[in-house]
């Protein structure tokens, strides 16, 4: 079985700063790991996703996060946070791409 | 990837009417997904659709409520049946692409049930 979880369900990050939006999952083999991005009103998008190669990967926008199997972990960041990233930001895990489990979801407030 | 639309992209409707979801893919794929993300939470699955079979549903959802058609490989629908206010909520369909190692999402429908 798997589940996943996303630490916060709220982060504020002044513009400029280091964002970092954490996940941990649970899985009984080796994972499919994705982070979605979900703006006001849109379907989510895609940005980026580890299927056991490179374990940091890299996505759209300037964000990456890096697979630790020791720690079970996905946690995506960016270096410098910028206004347009303000967003839901889903971590999913599962299998395969066919059969995702969803956390609950992490919204990204970016102050001025 | 895969360029999905999704029709209507929001509704009000009444309770106890039914409204049918159209999703449109620019791609011919195997399986497509319908979930739900109800007010501020995460996506739940409804139902996967395979082309040529019946749609397989997840625990707590059921044909007589949702039902799904899945007639070619580029186009689904989901009808939500019998609406009530808890039904209030966005339904997004997905495409499993990229040789099945990604799933790619619609813009959802943002369903507002009175």
């Known amino acids: 079985a798997q589940s996943v979880t996303q630490l916060g369900s709220h982060v504020s990050v002044s513009e400029g700063a280091l964002v970092l939006l954490r996940c941990n999952y649970s899985?009984?083999?080796?994972?499919?790991l994705f982070w979605y991005v979900q703006y006001p009103n849109q379907g989510l998008q895609l940005l980026l996703k580890?299927?056991?190669?490179?374990?940091l990967v890299k996505g759209i926008n300037g964000f990456e996060a890096e697979f630790k199997k020791s720690e079970t972990s996905f946690h995506l960041t960016k270096p410098s946070a910028h206004m347009s990233d303000a967003a839901e930001y889903f971590c999913?895990?599962?299998?395969?791409?066919?059969?995702?489990?969803f956390g609950t979801g992490t919204r990204l407030t970016v102050i001025p | 990837s895969a360029v999905i639309s999704q029709k209507p992209s929001r509704d009000i409707c009444q309770r106890g009417t039914s409204l049918t979801i159209q999703c449109q893919v620019d791609?011919?794929?195997?399986?497509m997904f319908w979930y739900r993300q109800q007010p501020g939470q995460s996506l739940t699955l409804i139902a996967t659709?395979?082309?040529?079979?019946?749609?397989?549903?997840e625990s707590g959802f059921v044909i007589d409520k949702f039902p799904i058609s899945r007639p070619n490989l580029t186009f689904s629908t989901l009808t939500v049946s019998n609406m009530s206010p808890e039904d209030s909520s966005i339904y997004l369909c997905?495409?499993?692409?990229?040789?099945?190692?990604?799933?790619?999402f619609g813009p959802g429908t943002r369903l507002l049930v009175l």
């Open positions: 899985s009984s083999v080796p994972p499919y």
């Open positions: 791609s011919q794929v195997t399986m």
């Open positions: 659709a395979n082309q040529g079979s019946e749609a397989t549903y």
């Open positions: 997905s495409v499993l692409g990229d040789w099945g190692e990604t799933q790619y």
């Open positions: 580890y299927t056991s190669a490179a374990t």
């Open positions: 999913a895990v599962g299998t395969g791409a066919n059969n995702l489990f």
